[in-house]
């Protein structure tokens, strides 16, 4: 192993230790490694940044002043230094300028992406679970495919009742009724497997870091024994 | 009450200012029958007329204030025998009644043969019976008991008001009282916490307090200026007390002018603008209940009915205990022992629990400041039995000790920070985290078990059958988008599918828009023995940088600058037979699929992500919109060969039973407290 990556393992094995040192309690070592993370990350974030994007997108096409490209280059030009002056004046209005654009563009862009690219078709995903081909396999019914399409049914309908159901009982003092609560209780089943189903993601990404991370060190501690 | 604190009378003797209505003087006792006057009865002797007295008369047998004790305690005898018993005590009391309660008596005696008030007096003799008198009591009590009700609203209501005051600096009326009253509290705290400097500490009410005190009871009544008088803090409708009071006794103890209607009780019943009490101080408030019952029968109902009633008033003054006394006073302290209950308990109460034992200091000094009060009031009275008046005094007294350690709780913490945790709870996540460490450290120690061998999931069969149909010279668009903290799960699941692609001739295209993918990614590229060079191209401005390349039309006029910098421009998914996103957040993956892809509906998107994505990216896998993903550590292609499957193993099993036994700890401790909630109900 060369010396470089030795002493990059080392470094990586201190700073691991450092991060699980957290479970002490927040310490120095932990803010210490917290900081090293924050300032490397930003640091060669900005580096990048000058010089794959700055540099070339702004900078560069300036020499071609008379041409488009560079009038073009022009606009984010201007729509940085109305960013920048918020920082010397109190007044933000002229930085709402770029900050306003780039919120209505995106804003637009969801719309349309969440109408065109979820809402849609996952409307369609569950119409097509009930197509006759799929639930019907050989002359015979299918009833897993039939089973797993009721289910996804339901499960939207319940879903979307309990949030309308809940936003109806909060705004009136009348007692619901029982099927009511029932099938918004339905709902509540769903949200709670899913809700299950995320931790159990989270949890198993984080223990694959932790392992990731015992493992190198236990490898670095086996080279010296 | 400020008119007939107005009205006083100049004792002849000793000079000494004495209420209006007091039989005697305060200091020297001197009997102030020279000062007893009506308003409109001349004092020069001429004879007034027969029914101004007739008036004065009536409204003395109407008033229920100023009738002495000696009289309540004589009118059960009156009651029984009207007639002869009132000539008897006449008899029996002339040496002791003062000469012009005698005058009042002869001159009431004289109006008897001609005046209203005997006539009514005598109708109501005559018609009153046991069962009358049951009901007019009754009746009397109801409307007694409706204007003690509506005075007492009426007084809640002055009272939050007087509470939400608050001056200009944001400071409640009550909290400049306490501060005014006390100002070394709140200059020297430590002075009153030192203990050695404790008993040095003056703690007692102090002229200046009780004047200051006394001027903010009463108003602008009271005038400290004026010449100090010592009232023995007795109406005069108790003049025993008065008598016995003397001169020693006035000498050496504080000398304050106090009202004859001063009380700290909120205004009562008697403050009501009711019939039953006079308001003038010139009528009668010294009325004997000796006098003369009427003689002469009145057919009047009205004159009936008013003069039925002030008997019956009378009545009430001579048993305390229907009106006023015993249970009433008994009910009134609590009501103010509730009040102070409510408004300060809740929390003030929980405060100075808290603070017990951190200001024992404090505690031990409201005790002393209890036993201070005590011989306060010892020595203010040389009576046994203490005023309730002052009684009150010292719950005010209390109550401003508790303020006044709250003022000096100002600025400190008093509640826990939010973020603060337990003990406890460290401890129990220390000795997880441990048990979490151990069992993934010796499963690692003791190295990767026998392959376990599991089936592909139904995403993870359609990305490896969907890579293996790609032929050589095919390009697959690589996307990255993950961390450095998800870096070993994203590798361990990309690499063999890389790899694999790499083997059978595909091409690859690397971009990102994430600056820490430049240089993590160079873990997934191709091995150089496959004889390909590839470089990671950074895509400035993220999503919509991809949106420009995918969905934009180069322009006649040139190129745009993110052209200029990408390679191949707005062509980036033209010659490009599969994408791949490798990313560990599914909102990333999300929005590719929204934005992205429907712009080439013909191009296959696989997605290799982390477990955490897993629950959230399978609808679109089941929608359709992805070909397949491979995600999660069990299940992943690849997974046996590198991942340390025993210790993923141990670590899922070490949370489930965490996981089961915090909720069985949990149910048992709801259980528990629903126990004691039901408990207590």
Not at chain 2, 229 to 248: C, G, H, K, M, R
Not at chain 2, 408 to 418: N, S
């Amino acid at each position: 192993m060369p010396d470089l990556n030795l002493l990059l393992t080392l470094a990586g094995v201190v700073l691991s230790l450092m991060v699980f040192s957290y479970l002490l309690g927040d310490n120095l070592f932990f803010g210490i490694a917290m900081y090293i993370l924050a300032g490397v990350s930003a640091g060669y974030t900005a580096v990048v940044l000058v010089t794959k994007v700055i540099i070339p997108m702004m900078i560069m096409p300036l020499a071609d002043f008379p041409q488009i490209p560079a009038l073009l280059a022009l606009v984010p030009i201007l729509f940085s230094i109305l960013l920048l002056s918020a920082m010397f004046t109190k007044s933000s209005k002229a930085a709402g300028l770029p900050l306003g654009f780039l919120a209505g563009l995106l804003a637009a862009l969801s719309i349309a992406g969440i109408a065109r690219g979820t809402l849609a078709p996952q409307l369609l995903s569950i119409v097509n679970s009930f197509d006759p081909q799929l639930v019907v396999s050989e002359g015979l019914p299918n009833w897993t495919a039939i089973f797993q399409a009721f289910m996804m049914l339901l499960g939207v309908i319940a879903v979307l009742f309990y949030f309308h159901h809940r936003s109806k009982t909060k705004n009136s003092l009348q007692s619901p009724d029982l099927w009511l609560d029932g099938f918004s209780g339905v709902g509540q089943v769903f949200i709670g497997i899913t809700f299950g189903a995320v931790f159990v993601g989270l949890f198993g990404t984080a223990l694959s870091a932790l392992i990731a991370s015992l493992n190198r060190i236990i490898d670095f501690v086996r080279l010296w024994i | 009450m400020s008119e007939l604190a107005d009205q006083l009378r100049t004792c002849p003797n000793c000079g000494q200012q004495n209420a209006m209505h007091s039989l005697k003087c305060i200091r020297c006792g001197e009997v102030l029958e020279d000062l007893f006057a009506f308003d409109d009865i001349d004092t020069d002797g001429e004879e007034p007329t027969p029914e101004s007295i007739s008036d004065v008369l009536a409204s003395l047998n109407e008033n229920i204030l100023l009738t002495d004790q000696t009289e309540s305690e004589s009118s059960e005898t009156a009651e029984d025998q009207p007639n002869g018993g009132d000539e008897e005590r006449r008899s029996g009391d002339a040496s002791q009644t003062p000469g012009w309660l005698e005058r009042v008596r002869e001159r009431t005696r004289e109006e008897d043969s001609s005046g209203e008030m005997v006539k009514g007096g005598q109708a109501m003799d005559k018609h009153r019976s046991a069962g009358e008198r049951s009901q007019v009591d009754q009746a009397f009590d109801e409307v007694i008991q409706r204007i003690r009700e509506q005075s007492e609203k009426e007084r809640k209501k002055t009272r939050k008001m007087e509470t939400d005051l608050v001056d200009e600096n944001g400071v409640p009326e009550w909290l400049r009282r306490i501060r005014e009253l006390h100002p070394a509290h709140e200059q020297d705290t430590e002075q009153v916490l030192t203990s050695s400097q404790e008993e040095s500490f003056d703690d007692e009410w102090t002229d200046e307090e009780l004047q200051e005190l006394l001027r903010r009871e009463i108003g602008d009544e009271y005038n400290p200026g004026e010449q100090p008088v010592y009232n023995n803090l007795t109406s005069s409708d108790n003049p025993e007390i008065a008598d016995d009071q003397s001169e020693e006794e006035s000498g050496f103890l504080p000398i304050y002018e106090i009202p004859e209607d001063f009380h700290n009780i909120p205004d009562d019943d008697f403050d009501e603008p009711d019939n039953t009490k006079p308001t003038k101080p010139g009528n009668p408030e010294l009325l004997d209940k000796d006098e003369d019952p009427p003689e002469a029968g009145n057919k009047d109902p009205n004159i009936e009915t008013e003069s039925q009633a002030g008997v019956e008033i009378q009545h009430l003054i001579d048993n305390p205990t229907d009106f006023e006394g015993g249970e009433s006073e008994k009910h009134e302290e609590e009501e103010n022992k509730e009040e102070f209950s409510i408004i300060e308990s809740d929390t003030i109460g929980e405060e100075l629990e808290e603070q017990e034992g951190e200001l024992p200091v404090e505690t031990e000094e409201s005790e002393q400041a209890g036993d201070r009060d005590k011989k306060i009031l010892k020595s203010l009275s040389t009576e046994e039995e203490v005023v309730p008046d002052l009684l009150l005094l010292r719950d005010q007294r209390d109550r401003a000790q508790v303020l006044t350690n709250i003022i000096e709780q100002e600025g400190h913490r008093t509640i826990p920070v939010l973020h603060e945790k337990n003990r406890q709870s460290k401890l129990g996540r220390l000795i997880l985290a441990l048990l979490l460490l151990a069992g993934v450290i010796i499963s690692l120690v003791l190295g990767p078990g026998d392959n376990l061998h599991l089936p592909l999931s139904l995403p993870a069969a359609a990305l490896q059958e969907k890579t293996a149909k790609l032929q050589s010279g095919e390009v697959v668009l690589v996307v990255l988008d993950y961390q450095a903290a998800t870096s070993s799960e994203i590798e361990e699941l990309a690499k063999p599918v890389i790899d694999a692609l790499s083997y059978q001739g595909v091409s690859f295209r690397f971009v990102t828009s994430q600056p820490v993918d430049l240089w993590l990614g160079e873990e997934l590229l191709p091995s150089k023995e496959a004889g390909l060079a590839v470089k990671i191209e950074f895509i400035p401005g993220g999503l919509l940088g991809y949106l420009t390349l995918t969905a934009g039309t180069s322009p006649v006029w040139g190129m745009t600058p993110i052209e200029r910098v990408v390679s191949g421009g707005t062509k980036l998914l033209d010659e490009t037979s599969l994408v791949m996103i490798i990313s560990d957040s599914p909102d990333f993956v999300r929005n590719w699929l929204e934005q992205i892809s429907p712009w080439h509906p013909d191009l296959p998107t696989l997605a290799i992500s982390t477990s955490l994505s897993e629950a959230m990216i399978l609808p679109y896998f089941e929608s359709g919109q992805l070909s397949g993903f491979l995600a999660g550590h069990p299940g992943g292609e690849g997974q046996n060969q590198q991942a340390n499957q025993r210790a993923w193993q141990v670590g899922m099993l070490i949370m489930m039973v965490v996981l089961i036994l915090g909720m069985i700890t949990k149910a048992e401790a709801d259980a528990a407290e629903k126990d004691e909630g039901h408990n207590h109900a």
